[in-house]
């Protein structure tokens, strides 16, 4: 399985972004979704997954309210909807996958993934 992330860029404070994660490879009904973000000089921390069929959903406090996440199986794309941005979501933001997982199963552990996007970058203005 390879991840594509897509979508970032710049954008002002309050704006929006949508973050697409293409996955090419055969996705079974037992998979998760993650989106992570590393931003300068921090760790790379957890931002939102979801089980495969987008019932099961979590997001970090910090996002809850203006980030929703997303899947169309039959694209095999997930998304990141971005709204009401601040300055402090600039980061490069990372789509992950876990396959062979329960079916209602999401993570918010980096280390539950294995496979991994190249990353987008996010840059939000004051």
């Known amino acids: 399985v390879q991840l594509q992330a897509s979508g970032g860029g710049l954008v002002q404070a309050g704006g929006s972004l949508r973050l697409s994660c293409a996955a090419s490879?055969?996705?079974?009904?037992?998979?998760?979704v993650g989106w992570f973000r590393r931003a300068p000089g921090k760790e790379r921390e957890f931002v939102a997954a979801?089980?495969?069929?987008?019932?099961?959903?979590g997001y970090t406090d910090s996002v809850k309210g203006r980030f929703t996440i997303s899947l169309d199986s039959a694209k095999n794309t997930a998304y990141l909807q971005m709204n009401s941005l601040k300055p402090e979501d600039t980061a490069v933001y990372y789509c992950?996958?876990?396959?062979?997982?329960?079916?209602?199963?999401?993570?918010?552990?980096?280390?539950?993934?294995?496979?991994w996007g190249q990353g987008t970058q996010v840059t939000v203005s004051s």
């Open positions: 992950a996958a876990a396959t062979a997982v329960p079916v209602s199963a999401y993570y918010s552990r980096k280390e539950s993934y294995r496979y």
């Open positions: 490879g055969r996705l079974t009904s037992r998979y998760a």
């Open positions: 979801s089980n495969w069929n987008g019932a099961n959903t």
